[in-house]
């Protein structure tokens, strides 16, 4: 036994957020597998309610609890851990143990950091000290001076020499960072930066040098090993973390890769790593100069897309590590006859492609650089680079066929795109080729390798082969090599003018297949009993020995984005964790390197592949599975059922007739009529006057929604003609073709999520939760509470009701989410999802009862328990809240509406709302005490409103300020407000000044109407509050609220206590065999 | 005008040619390394063999210019040792600073045949199962024989025919030319030592020099009888002595052990090697199809280092005397330099 710990405490990243998304909770949920095999006992903080990590079967005891010190040392003190492990949770995780290091509360309470040393992670994450380290072993690093104000900034940056490049310490996704070009950018720059860090770094500009990763591991024996390298197509000054990445490097001689190597292995060696770590290079292009970037002692986004891409389970061996193993006694993973220690050899190439959302945002500028803006990312394997790109641009989930034969994307101005990039880059590089550019004017604007560019161009030059042959059928060897360069059935098809199925029609004809290639981390040169699978025409022999009987496809959610996350990673995993509990062997079909569904431990077969119509398809073909399930992965998935049940697959669970009648706007508000149930009144409208028209008769506000044809154009509400106009004029042509649906706008009305599993019709469980905002604040951005608290019981008894209606009518078997709207006890249904929602891992692990275990038994006609107590029983409360991630989307109005923006979400317990609440709100980066606020109420009818609230936040003792027109009210209502000026407003320091040298606590901030457009004053308030790191409320329903529980409640009497303590209670009252319990097997 | 691979158990890839427009037959071996081709093709231990390389995309970064100097910086010989190429895909727009030609120019200037579109992962899982397998490149419908090498005395076609002296420096050390890879005697001259490679079969005993490097090599040890006879010889004296690959089981023979083939070769660059009596792991690269067996070492042999996958013997060590060999390639090209400290230690051995 190399360590003799007995009880581990693991700190999750909390929320999703832009720079800390899904890999974190695939390197938590394998260090807390790694610790159990060691039989050591595990104890996770972690509000992300929708992960895995936090699901019952993983660690032993869960506390849904901020990410903080505070709460941390709390759960240290009740749980007494021996070791804790920092570097499994991202930034979040690090800089909280940093800080409960810097107090002595580790100490104090003999809890050891294993692994990497606190003092390794101050040297790695202080930009300062990690200079020093370096210098001492003569390693190069760009020439840079830190600052930590404004003043040194200025006078460093003149002496290095503009452009500078700024980066703050202790952050990731380069958050603050920036190169900037004259004195008046690094300012502004510096100001931002140093509201987030205590520091930031002036350095040389880099930009345009090629960026090399590396990920090593290092036992305490001094073993280490570098598992993968990785190159960036985007060079130096675009984050790796928005580059498009390859695995292996491909424009890097012997001399160079093993350089940078043995470069990274002294720099691992010399700061003492114990574990895993990433290493970021800058090559020069053109001579052998290098410059270490930094280090990042923790797991990483990085690290996570190098085990996918490898097939060597980094976060597991480094939990290993950090235990004492040795690299040498823990087992190859996949071969499990070799040792751990050694270096993955690929015979394949990996493509790994940021996913952005810009467009969701309003005022979000497209740039791209060193800071992340993006929310998730695809992974794409093949054997050529051009294969695994075209493949991964697919999976991005954007509509696109590949690189080039899309219809939706249009590039503006080529030269400005490709000069100042922005998330259309990629699709920049065709068009310029197309308009005549030569590679090295490209290479010149872009300073992308023209390895990289050439290939790009291959993708046209076999296009080009193909044209000529519009119409009808091309020869073989031609349809051949456009396969083998990564082109779809789609893309062949639109490039020849035949729809996919002709195109499919023609291959299949031709005998084209794919075949399957095993990832066995050796190349082959040991033999593998891997599972891990990927498609490929540039091979002629297929790896695999022939289907698995009873095999179920489950296909995953893919692309992590606005609207579809981590939630559904969890309903996927747990359902193929169900299947095997059931004797069924699941094979699992996703491509996101950020999940753990991609675990190969997960399924009994993983194909990283494409999660469309072609793809499956085949997989099909070979697996020959018992049915597909298709409700577990969110939107995606269900978008493809009534194709895929066309193209003759088996569809598993409700039948896809019955999708497509909910999912169609039309026949379902047809079947709500039939069913006699209310539903807001709405329309398809092909022209502005008919619009006019219908809002007018109505009545204002309404919800428009432009047909999906007209990307990026988001939903939108308009409360006049004028709104109206606008709004419509902007969404391009309302034509025939592509009609508006306009719906009447309910105000005032609550928002009410019905989450059930049924089957043949009849609901075995279901659970009601309400929103705190009303409705109009998309479900996504929406605080939920379960069970609900202030919704009237006449109104919950109908939901159910219908509910019951609606599952009997399409005759339901699986999981499905109806949302509700209700205004005085008259219940509107908004929209009906015939699978898992985004609320299930919420309410399942809120009530103790895994709506997905259950809705997987219905779906395979397996004994199912009903589940008869209602949640009302429930003797807790569970809040959900949304993340988001405005700081990182500079000049993003921060406010919520009818399209989602949020990027993550957390669900916290109490024993009451408030208790909860107040977690929740914590967890998602709200701050107590409050003692300033700021006010600033929007319209008449939220001042009057708020008042109550105003006048309990005053008699608590809390110093109110206020826009000039709230302290008016106030005053006039009994309330005493500190009235700030106005931007160039006389009387002392204005509003933007105050928040700026962050005299306040707290921003309350309700936006005038539903869709501001111009610059107003209150949405400069709200991005200064936003980019000086200031707590902000922008509903006015979450502000009443929180002020109450913040006046009611102290940190003190928020509750410490585990998941069990909250809902044992539950499952102890409801005899239910269906407990999260039951498929921990 | 097509191609193909055809193994000696009948198997059949198609493919396009590039590089040479001919027909080659010899050992089919492949190579998992990532980088590292031009140090790869140019190694002398390839001789005779046909090599296929896992790694898909072959010829990213180019050939770098090729200069008089034998010792010149980037290739591991004067140059290309194999007898052919296979790979899946061939760049043919190569981009590297360093880059003066394609893969394909190259191979056709050194008159190499190149076979490209190849399933080089199916060709690999026959080769590892079989072991290494003859085979031919065949070049439209000519009709070759196949050919089996290790039948030949390759040492003999690949090692220089007369001493030649490098550097200058108080040490001198005696380089046995079985096939020795530049960088061997370039990591030696880079510890200031004088350096004399010699042909294979040339007399040690009398060789005036303060020790003495075996070098790597292509083919069977047996095959160098000549050698072993002359190290048994030269073990009588004191002299320092380093194998390395080849060399290190030209030792082992000449020490009394024996040597066998192995059923699954090591070629690659991640290959773990444990030093015996510690949990210490170094990544070496290796190429090499026969190995020492252990359990013939006579008792005054000592296993130093072992593969951590298979166990198989990795290098040998006297216990009391000065002698030394590895079965992987410490001077690296391509590949880790994890072990490069061998040299440092061979060096401070000198008298
Ligand atoms: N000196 C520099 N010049 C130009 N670009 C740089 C420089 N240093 C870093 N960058 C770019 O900024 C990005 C973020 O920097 P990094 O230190 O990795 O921040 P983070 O720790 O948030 O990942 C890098 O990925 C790189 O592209
Ligand atoms: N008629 C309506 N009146 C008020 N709010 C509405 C109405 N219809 C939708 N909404 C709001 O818009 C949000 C998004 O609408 P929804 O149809 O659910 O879009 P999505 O398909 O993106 O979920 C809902 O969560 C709700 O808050
Ligand atoms: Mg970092
Ligand atoms: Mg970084």
């Known amino acids: 036994m190399p360590h003799a710990f007995r009880k581990v405490l693991i700190l999750g990243s909390a929320a999703l957020k832009i720079g800390e998304a899904g890999e974190f909770d695939y390197s938590g949920s394998q260090a807390i597998k790694a610790l159990k095999e060691e039989r050591i006992e595990t104890v996770l903080i972690n509000p992300n309610i929708a992960t895995n990590q936090t699901s019952e079967h993983l660690a032993d005891i869960i506390y849904l609890l901020p990410i903080d010190p505070y709460f941390v040392e709390g759960v240290i003190r009740k749980e007494r851990p021996d070791g804790i492990f920092l570097s499994f949770g991202g930034q979040t995780a690090l800089n909280c143990g940093l800080e409960l290091a810097r107090r002595g509360c580790l100490e104090a309470h003999g809890v050891a950091v294993l692994g990497t040393s606190v003092g390794t992670i101050e040297a790695t994450e202080n930009r300062e000290l990690f200079k020093q380290k370096l210098a001492e072993i003569g390693v190069q690093v760009p020439r840079s001076a830190s600052a930590a104000s404004r003043g040194e900034a200025q006078r460093l940056a003149s002496q290095i020499g503009y452009p500078v490049m700024v980066r703050a310490g202790f952050a990731l996704g380069g958050l603050g960072s920036g190169v900037c070009h004259d004195e008046g950018a690094l300012i502004d720059q510096v100001d931002r930066a140093l509201a987030h860090s205590s520091q930031v770094l002036i350095e040389e500009s880099l930009t345009g040098w090629k960026e090399i990763e590396y990920e090593v591991v290092r036992d305490v024996h001094d073993n280490c090993v570098t598992v993968c390298n990785m190159e960036n197509l985007d060079p130096l000054g675009i984050h790796t973390g928005e580059s498009i990445v390859v695995a292996p490097s491909q424009t890097l001689t012997n001399a160079e890769y093993h350089h940078l190597r043995q470069i990274a292995l002294r720099v691992i060696r010399h700061l003492g790593i114990v574990g895993e770590c990433n290493i970021q290079f800058a090559l020069d292009p053109g001579s052998d100069a290098y410059r270490v970037i930094e280090v990042n002692a923790r797991l990483s986004r990085s690290s996570a897309l190098a085990s996918k891409a490898t097939g060597y389970p980094l976060a597991f061996i480094a939990a290993k590590l950090a235990l004492g193993h040795s690299l040498l006694d823990l087992r190859n993973q996949v071969t499990q006859t070799t040792t751990s220690c050694f270096e993955p050899a690929l015979d394949y190439v990996v493509v790994k492609i940021p996913r952005w959302d810009l467009t969701k945002f309003r005022k979000a500028s497209r740039h791209i650089g060193s800071s992340m803006k993006s929310v998730g990312e695809v992974m794409a394997i093949g054997r050529r680079f051009e294969e695994a790109l075209q493949k991964a641009l697919r999976m991005l989930e954007t509509g696109v066929h590949g690189l080039i034969g899309n219809e939706q994307v249009e590039v503006g101005d080529v030269e400005e795109e490709l000069r100042h990039p922005t998330d259309q880059r990629i699709f920049a590089i065709p068009a310029a080729l197309a308009a005549g550019y030569t590679i090295e004017r490209i290479h010149e604007l872009t300073r992308i390798n023209k390895w990289f560019l050439h290939k790009i161009n291959n993708v046209l030059k076999v296009a080009d082969r193909l044209r000529p042959y519009a119409g009808g059928p091309c020869p073989r060897a031609i349809l051949l090599e456009a396969k083998e360069f990564g082109f779809s059935d789609g893309q062949v098809g639109h490039l020849l003018g035949m729809d996919e199925a002709s195109a499919t029609k023609m291959r299949c004809a031709y005998g084209l297949a794919p075949v399957v290639k095993q990832i066995d981390t050796l190349a082959a040169e040991y033999p593998a009993q891997t599972n891990y699978l990927y498609l490929t025409y540039n091979g002629t022999k297929s790896d695999l020995k022939g289907p698995l009987d009873r095999s179920v496809l489950v296909l995953g959610s893919g692309v992590y984005r606005i609207g579809s996350s981590v939630e559904f990673d969890w309903c996927c995993v747990t359902a193929a964790r169900t299947l095997r509990a059931l004797g069924y062997r699941p094979i699992m079909v996703n491509y996101n390197p950020e999940t753990v569904s991609t675990d190969y431990d997960e399924s009994d077969r993983l194909y990283f592949e494409e999660l469309t119509l072609e793809t499956l398809a085949e997989i099909y073909a070979k697996e020959q599975p018992l049915g597909v399930i298709v409700s577990m992965g969110g939107q995606t998935p269900n978008n493809l059922a009534v194709k895929l049940h066309q193209a003759g697959l088996r569809i598993l669970g409700t039948a896809p007739s019955r999708i497509d009648q909910a999912e169609n706007r039309r026949t379902f508000s047809a079947l709500l009529d039939r069913l006699g149930i209310n539903q807001p009144v709405w329309e398809e409208l092909t022209s502005i006057a008919d619009a006019k028209a219908f809002a007018r008769r109505v009545g204002y506000p309404v919800l428009v929604r432009p047909s999906y044809v007209l990307s990026g154009q988001a939903m939108s509400v308009a409360s006049n003609d004028h709104e109206l106009t606008r709004f419509l004029s902007k969404a391009a042509a309302v034509s025939r073709e592509y009609p508006v649906v306009l719906s009447k706008f309910i105000e005032d009305a609550k928002e009410i999520e019905f989450d059930a599993v049924a089957r043949d019709g009849e609901i075995l469980a279901d659970a009601i939760s309400e929103h705190v905002e009303n409705a109009g604040v998309h479900s996504g951005d929406a605080t939920l509470v379960f069970p609900p608290q202030r919704t009237y019981l006449e109104t919950l008894r109908q939901v159910r009701a219908i509910g019951r209606k609606i599952a009997a009518a399409l005759c339901i078997t699986g999981p499905f989410n109806i949302q509700f709207i209700a205004r005085d006890n008259c219940v509107r249904v908004i929209e009906c999802n015939l699978r898992a929602a985004r609320s299930f891992p919420f309410i399942s692990k809120v009530c103790g009862v895994n709506f997905i275990d259950l809705a997987v038994r219905a779906i395979l006609g397996e004994p199912a328990p009903k589940v008869e107590s209602s949640p009302m029983e429930l003797e807790h409360v569970g809040v959900k809240a949304p993340q988001f991630s405005f700081t990182r989307l500079q000049g993003a109005d921060p406010v919520t509406g009818v399209e989602m923006s949020s990027t993550g979400e957390v669900g916290c317990l109490g024993h009451d709302f408030e208790e909860a609440f107040l977690k929740a709100m914590l967890s998602v980066g709200y701050r107590l005490p409050v003692r300033r606020i700021l006010l600033s109420t929007g319209p008449l009818k939220n001042k009057i409103d708020f008042t109550a609230n105003a006048k309990l936040l005053q008699e608590a003792g809390i110093t109110l300020f206020a826009t000039r027109g709230t302290a008016a009210f106030l005053a006039q209502h009994g309330v005493q407000a500190a009235a700030v000026p106005w931007p160039l407003e006389q009387g002392g320091p204005d509003v933007l000044e105050l928040l700026a040298a962050r005299q306040f606590d707290l921003v309350i901030n309700i936006p005038k109407s539903h869709d501001e457009e111009e610059l107003t004053n209150d949405y400069l308030i709200r991005r200064k509050a936003v980019d000086f790191n200031v707590p902000l409320i922008t509903d006015l329903q979450v502000a009443k609220r929180f002020t109450e529980a913040l006046v009611h409640k102290s940190l003190g009497d928020l509750l410490i206590g585990s998941v069990d303590e909250y809902v044992v209670s539950r499952t102890r009252l409801s005899e239910q065999p269906v407990s999260l319990r039951l498929t921990a097997s | ?351």
């Open chain 2, 1 to 351: 005008m097509n191609a193909c691979l055809t193994l000696k158990d009948g198997a059949v890839f198609r493919g396009r040619p590039f590089g040479r427009k001919g027909s080659v037959a010899g050992e089919v071996v492949f190579n998992t390394g990532m980088v590292g081709y031009p140090e790869c093709l140019t190694d002398p231990s390839y001789s005779g063999q046909i090599l296929v390389l896992t790694f898909p995309l072959i010829g990213n970064y180019g050939v770098p210019a090729d200069e008089p100097d034998r010792l010149n910086s980037f290739f591991e010989s004067e140059r290309i040792r194999v007898a052919g190429l296979v790979v899946m895909e061939e760049c043919t727009e190569a981009s590297h600073w360093q880059s003066s030609s394609t893969l394909a120019d190259w191979l056709a200037f050194q008159k190499v045949p190149g076979l490209a579109g190849i399933d080089t992962r199916a060709v690999t899982q026959k080769l590892r199962t079989a072991g290494s397998m003859l085979g031919k490149l065949v070049y439209g419908d000519d009709t070759i024989p196949f050919r089996d090498p290790n039948h030949e005395n390759l040492v003999a076609r690949v090692s220089v025919r007369e001493p030649v002296r490098y550097g200058t420096g108080k040490k001198r050390v005696v380089v046995v030319d079985c096939g020795c890879k530049n960088n061997i005697i370039r990591s030696l001259l880079r510890r200031g030592v004088a350096v004399t490679v010699v042909p294979w079969d040339w007399p040690l005993t009398d060789e005036a020099c303060d020790g003495v490097v075996l070098s790597n090599g292509p083919g069977d040890p047996q095959t160098c009888g000549t050698t072993v006879r002359h190290v048994r010889a030269l073990l009588a004296r004191e002299v320092p002595v380093f194998g390395i690959c080849l060399g290190s089981q030209i030792l082992a023979l000449a020490a009394g052990a024996a040597t066998y083939k192995l059923k699954f070769g090591h070629r690659g660059q991640n290959q773990p090697c444990v030093l015996h009596g510690t949990q210490r792991c170094f990544i070496t690269s290796q190429n090499h199809g026969y190995a020492v067996d252990e359990k013939s070492l006579p008792p005054d042999w000592l296993p130093w280092f072992f593969n951590a996958n298979d166990g198989t013997n990795e290098g040998i060590q006297h216990r009391s005397k000065p002698f030394r060999g590895v079965q992987f390639h410490p001077e690296a090209t391509p590949g880790p330099c994890d072990t490069e400290f061998l040299f440092d230690e061979f060096v401070d051995l000198l008298s």
